[in-house]
């Protein structure tokens, strides 16, 4: 199964290391991200719930969940459960299918990280209300059912979504349409919290903090997913770095022109939703491309925001919007304008097949997600009591408190 291969590249083992690590210190940028918009009797429970997952994630992508993601395909939907078992093989010989050019532990390691980052995004959709309890078992559910198969039929070389041809440089549908959907299914499963006035933001400076982490290691999230320190590795940084750019000056624009004072929460949020857009085509598309990504799914997403508030649903902090919808336009946009087989370049069929693809996933995700959290709740509570929501969850859940 393993097979050696010549010896690699020392620049691009180094390249990869160095993106596994900034990949990493995304999760924590998160906890960062999340803990700061939120009231301040529940910033530790909400921070835990995004770095809990460096933890628990990783002990299921070493049993299994690698395995699952990308041993041998079985049908283009899911890795056979044995290929990699306890990570079986995985080690610093090359694997011809997966990593031609890097260790194959280097390269499982990379997309841990990815594996990692991905149920901690849906925790902001039901903060201040989940029991922490029921979290863990639905992230453990959530990486197996949701995430694995996902990620094999998008990235596996013999998964259903590649072979037909959906394009995904780094994540736009695994990592973000996944959390986003997941999220407003956890919202509606949940329900509303008892005051969704409470969810004034406790530490702006958390949140900018959070957002800086973020920016940067992203910069391993999308050049890090050429797997090569090469040419397209620096466009790919400098798509992510402008499509965040544009996208954070477009969101407060749209605050002033709405009358509003600029704001560091704003900008924040603006910079996540360029991220998040031009993750599935960073290595794609151009910088100039990258502009009109980034400026389009500010745009959008800031609208899908504001129309979410006028609405019961409770996604305390907008990971559907942003999220969700940011990653359906970048899936979109990557159609549009993808190098050669992108609609601007005169080719409809990649823009058909990832319209095709984002209806696909989308059910999949949302019905699947619905599912797990029945059985999550079956299990166990999913949600707090009344009163336990009210005392807050650092308290409640982990009998802690932030000063």
């Not at 180094?14 to 990493?24: E, G, I, K, Q, R």
Request: proline content about 3%.
């Amino acid at each position: 199964m393993i097979e050696e291969m010549t010896i690699p590249n020392g620049a691009d083992i180094a390249w990869m290391l160095a993106a596994t690590c900034l990949v990493f210190f995304m999760t924590p940028g998160l906890s960062f991200f999340y803990g700061g918009m939120v009231n301040k009797k529940n910033i530790i429970s909400t921070i835990l719930q995004s770095f809990i997952a460096l933890g628990a994630v990783s002990i299921i992508w070493v049993v299994v969940g690698f395995s699952l993601a990308f041993g041998n395909s079985l049908g283009g939907i899911i890795g056979d459960p044995r290929t990699f078992f306890m990570f079986h093989n995985v080690d610093a010989a090359t694997h011809a299918a997966l990593s031609p050019g890097l260790p194959l532990i280097l390269f499982a390691m990379f997309q841990l990280k990815f594996a990692i980052i991905t149920p901690a995004l849906i925790s902001g959709s039901f903060s201040e209300r989940v029991n922490f309890n029921g979290y863990l078992i639905f992230l453990l559910l959530f990486s197996l059912f949701i995430y694995a198969p996902l990620c094999h039929m998008t990235w596996h070389p013999e998964g259903l979504l590649r072979t037909w041809g959906v394009l995904d440089y780094a994540g736009g549908t695994v990592v973000h349409m996944s959390a986003g959907i997941a999220a407003l299914a956890g919202a509606l499963v949940l329900g509303k919290r008892k005051k969704r006035e409470a969810s004034n933001p406790v530490n702006i400076p958390f949140v900018v903090l959070g957002t800086a982490m973020l920016w940067f290691g992203w910069f391993g999230f999308n050049a890090g997913s050429s797997f090569s320190a090469n040419g397209e590795a620096a466009m790919a940084f400098a798509t992510t770095n402008t499509a965040s750019a544009i996208s954070m000056v477009v969101w407060v624009l749209l605050d002033v022109r709405r009358g509003n004072k600029i704001s560091a929460l704003g900008a924040c949020i603006g910079a996540v939703v360029g991220l998040v857009a031009i993750t599935p085509a960073a290595g794609f598309v151009t910088i100039s491309q990258s502009l009109l990504i980034g400026a389009i799914a500010s745009t959008i997403c800031y609208g899908a925001v504001r129309y979410k508030s006028k609405t019961e649903l409770d996604d305390t902090l907008d990971v559907f919007p942003s999220h969700g919808i940011g990653g359906m336009v970048g899936m979109l946009a990557t159609g549009i304008f993808a190098r050669e087989v992108g609609l601007v370049y005169g080719e409809w069929e990649t823009f058909l097949k990832h319209l095709v693809a984002l209806v696909g996933v989308s059910a999949f995700v949302f019905v699947t997600s619905i599912v797990l959290y029945r059985l999550t709740n079956f299990i166990t509570s999913i949600r707090v009591d009344e009163m336990a929501e009210e005392f807050g969850l650092d308290r409640s859940q982990h009998n802690e408190q932030y000063i």
